[in-house]
Nanobody, 115 residues
Framework: QVQLVESGGGLVQAGGSLRLFCAASGTTTRINTMGWYRQAPGKERELVASISTPASTTYADSAKGRFTISRANTVNAIYLQMNSLRPEDTAIYYC?????????WGQGTQVTVSS
């Protein structure tokens, strides 16, 4: 079992920045993929960014050039630096952890971007 704890969400004005953080604990592995997904009201949950050990990254087209995912202090913690935020970025952001067929989700953190 893996537990994920997210933080860093909040309310910002368009053009502002936020940094999300996610830490995994429990039965974690050194080889894994962690990422951020988001779900806006009435929409499907979608990939924002992910990172596989050691540092291979994937970004949604809407996030490229604005968001940066990175490992934190350990292989089981990640950041998502979000710059130039837009109202359409408003959503609940979920941390995702994958290890050989097992997927775990965090509770989510709300990001709201005002016009």
């Amino acid at each position: 079992q893996v537990q994920l704890v997210e933080s860093g969400g909040g309310l910002v004005q368009a053009g502002g920045s936020l940094r999300l953080f996610c830490a995994a604990s429990g039965t974690t592995t050194r080889i894994n993929t962690m990422g951020w997904y988001r779900q806006a009201p009435g929409k499907e949950r979608e990939l924002v960014a992910s990172i596989s050990t050691p540092a291979s990254t994937t970004y949604a087209d809407s996030a490229k050039g604005r968001f940066t995912i990175s490992r934190a202090n350990t292989v089981n913690a990640i950041y998502l630096q979000m710059n130039s935020l837009r109202p359409e970025d408003t959503a609940i952001y979920y941390c995702r952890y994958f290890k050989f067929g097992d997927v775990y989700w965090g509770q989510g953190t709300q990001v709201t971007v005002s016009s």
